[in-house]
């Protein structure tokens, strides 16, 4: 008895040591799934490896625990102390003990990362740069996925709840990316999970594989999940862009000019703010100067900035003489759907009456930000200098660069050549630096360059990074973020210094009078992007070298009288309302290829959803016919049918909701039954079924077309049906749980008298 004993309970423990290993493979390979979809949001490769490292340690670890005979409720314990030690060696700075062990030093300089973490992602956007405090949240959430999949899995038995985790973390790259989530990653994760499933059926039944209906399933949710990523709203790859009803968020993000992109690209414009002016023609309102360039970035630059006290003096202007002639203006701005850290207004602004919250302001280029506030809901009125300089106070100017002004002409190394090389062209027989400008402005605007918010994302080189722009350069087309980050480059490369302003273009008028031109609305389609050159003597100038978008200042035209100091403004008005900045042309029709959305595309939209759920929840039952037909063909083809035939009772059994264990003896089985259904066909066939049935288990198969086994079957399936209510009938049909494993817990009725 003990011999009998020991051989048959050694192959049970290897193969659950086996199974143990084949489960961590499938939630390594999960892991591995789950993580394609956070690309893009953390520059680099580092943060892949500080995601699958410890993951997948932790994972082999749990299952090598597991090996040599550890409990299973133990497990998750030496888990999470693991994933203790771990964090502490990574991110304790030492203050553990021995180096291992985490203490409150530990734990408080956690706290400080965290801290870290949740300001940087408030200042930063996608993809942001690999920070020390961002590595901190994905070693930190890859344990604690881990140790969740591990325990879901392994040490409860319910793999299907692994999805909860896995969904948890594909919304951070859906809700974090402008793209959206990416329709083949979602897929990878729905196949990924599928195998899961089908690893943890060959571990609690290894005697029953069922290849075909779990490629089939696996098959079907994979098609499901690439229709839905690649259709439904809100999974489609224009991510938070696709939906008209958000408000503009703007600015304070490490790609803040790519975020302008996204906006400009919404099918229908969001109003941003309207304001009043003292000015004759509406006024350019700066959010801030872009003015340290990485290489692949235009960034706002950090520095010691003062708080803001209401109405208090601004200033002084950088590099401006007061041989400038200024005009002071006031414009009263009101935000209605516009949030940022950012105070839009027209620049250089001298105070600010009004704002709600804390602010601060930047002495270098008076750049107005929130400490505990932002711009939504605020109604202020600021005071700025209307700047009026001459083409030739500009043409003296320049050749000085002061110290506090060299860093912009920072350019980093091995910048593209047909950066500087396409500047020299453009500046060619030019003397001085205000020739170089102009000619710099003329170039983009008389070289055949196209304004388009939608070649760029085509074709792959959205962006304002070194690279992205020698691709603007030849392909010739995008629009504001391209045309000012060329020409910022372009101007360093010749020795002048420049930044790059974010802000939004006057607006429309509503009319009014020439000396009151009433009041303007600024949407999401007068987000612009334009270079601000440096002249001393003058300070920062802006230019407008897009096409399509604004007004050329009138300084970059010697033979005309500057009426205005920036460009983007117009004189005159009428009682109609008019825009003051030319329609987007890749808007208009005609002048693209996109066109608009039709008016049916919501009704579309949704009912390619219903289709889509309708598909989900017929899927089972599809997969449950299927199966059924299979077997009824089997049998009309091979012999020693008789097990194909009892599967299919008890598979009939378990969806009617009877208790079908696969350790019952045939006959007890058929037993259950014969009396459930005495007195009709289906009888005598379950009879006839059991006899055949226990025939082959001691003699030759028998052929199932010879005893009509087929036959026989259908005959009892009928009468277990005609037994059943229509509503467990139609429950049959459409939830048969017989696809799941039959260990799995369900709602069969253990004790129905058959």
Request: one cysteine or more.
């Amino acid at each position: 008895m003990v011999s009998e004993t020991l051989a048959v309970g050694v192959p049970r423990v290897a193969r659950r040591r086996m199974g143990y290993w084949r489960l961590t493979g499938a939630l390594v390979v999960q892991v591995l799934a789950v993580s394609f979809a956070l690309i893009g949001l953390i520059q680099g490769p580092g943060w892949w490896l500080a995601l699958m490292l410890p993951a997948s340690l932790l994972l082999v670890v749990g299952a090598a625990l597991r090996t040599i005979g550890v409990a299973r409720g133990i497990v998750p314990v030496l888990q999470l102390v693991l994933s203790a030690v771990i964090m502490t060696v990574a991110f304790g700075g030492g203050t553990g003990l021995l180096g291992l062990i985490p203490t409150p030093a530990t734990v408080q300089r956690w706290g400080v990362y965290g801290q870290q973490a949740m300001l940087s992602i408030y200042q930063q956007g996608t993809p942001a740069e690999a920070l020390p405090e961002f590595f901190f949240l994905v070693v930190g959430g890859a344990c604690l996925l881990a140790v969740i999949l591990d325990v879901t899995a392994i040490a409860l038995r319910t793999p299907a709840f692994t999805a909860l985790g896995v969904v948890a973390v594909l919304v951070v790259p859906g809700a974090l990316l402008g793209d959206g989530l990416d329709p083949i990653s979602l897929a990878a994760s729905a196949a990924a999970f599928l195998w899961l499933l089908r690893c943890d059926v060959r571990t609690r039944r290894p005697g029953t594989p069922r290849p075909g209906a779990a490629l089939s399933v696996g098959a079907s949710a994979v098609v499901v999940a690439v229709l839905l990523a690649g259709t439904a709203p809100g999974f489609d790859r224009g991510g938070a862009a696709s939906f008209t009803a958000g408000g503009i968020s703007i600015g304070g993000t490490v790609t803040p000019l790519i975020d302008l992109g996204k906006d400009l690209r919404r099918p229908a414009a969001v109003r941003a703010l309207t304001y009043t002016t003292s000015a004759k023609s509406g006024q350019y309102l700066k959010l801030a100067s872009l003015d340290q360039f990485t290489g692949s970035v235009w960034k706002h630059r950090e520095r010691d900035t003062k708080r803001l006290s209401d109405g208090a003096a601004l200033g002084p202007v950088a590099g401006l003489s007061d041989q400038v002639k200024t005009v002071t203006v006031q414009t009263t701005v009101q935000i209605d759907d516009m949030t940022s850290r950012w105070l839009p207004a027209p620049y250089p602004v001298q105070s600010v009456k009004g704002l709600n919250g804390t602010w601060s302001w930047d002495p270098d280029d008076l750049t107005i930000g929130g400490i505990n506030a932002t711009t939504q809901g605020q109604k202020y009125t600021a005071s700025s200098l209307l700047l009026q300089p001459t083409a030739d106070q500009l043409k003296a100017a320049g050749g000085i660069v002061p110290a506090e002004i060299e860093r912009d002409l920072f350019l980093p190394p091995n910048m593209p050549a047909i950066i500087g090389k396409t500047a020299l062209e453009a500046t060619a027989g030019a003397v001085s630096e205000y020739d170089k400008a102009v000619a710099l402005q003329d170039y983009f605007r008389d070289n055949g360059y196209v304004y388009s918010t939608q070649t760029p994302l085509k074709q792959g080189y959205d962006g304002d990074g070194a690279r992205v722009i020698a691709t603007f350069l030849t392909v010739k087309s995008g629009y504001c973020v391209h045309f000012a980050s060329a020409m910022a480059l372009m101007a360093r490369s010749l020795g002048i210094p420049s930044r790059v302003a974010e802000g939004y273009l006057p607006g429309a008028s509503s009319g009014g009078t020439a000396n009151n031109p009433g009041e303007y609305t600024v949407t999401s389609d007068d987000l612009h992007a334009w270079p601000e050159l440096y002249f001393a003597g003058v300070g920062w100038v802006p230019f407008e070298p897009t096409v399509g978008r604004g007004t050329v200042p009138a300084y970059t035209r010697p033979e005309t009288t500057p009426t205005v100091p920036v460009p983007g403004s117009t004189t005159g008005s009428t009682t109609a309302p008019k825009r003051v900045v030319p329609t987007d042309p890749a808007s208009v029709a005609g002048a693209s290829s996109t066109t608009p959305p039709s008016p049916l595309q919501p009704v579309l939209s949704g009912a390619g959803v219903a289709v889509l759920v309708l598909a989900v929840l017929l899927t089972p039952a599809v997969l449950r016919r299927v199966r059924r037909r299979t077997r009824l063909r089997r049998l009309g083809e091979e012999w020693g049918g008789a097990s194909v035939v009892w599967d299919e009772l008890r598979d009939t059994a378990r969806d009617l909701g009877w208790s079908a264990p696969d350790t019952e003896t045939p006959r007890v089985f058929a037993g259950r039954i014969a009396a459930a259904v005495a007195g009709t066909p289906g009888e005598d066939a379950v009879l006839r079924l059991l006899a055949v049935r226990e025939r082959d288990a001691f003699g030759p198969p028998t052929r199932a077309v010879a005893v009509g086994l087929a036959d026989d079957l259908i005959r009892v399936i009928d009468a277990l049906q005609a037994t059943a209510g229509r509503a467990t009938r139609i429950k049959a049909a459409l939830i048969p749980v017989s696809l799941l494993p039959a260990v799995w817990p369900s709602a069969a009725n253990t004790g129905r008298p058959a």
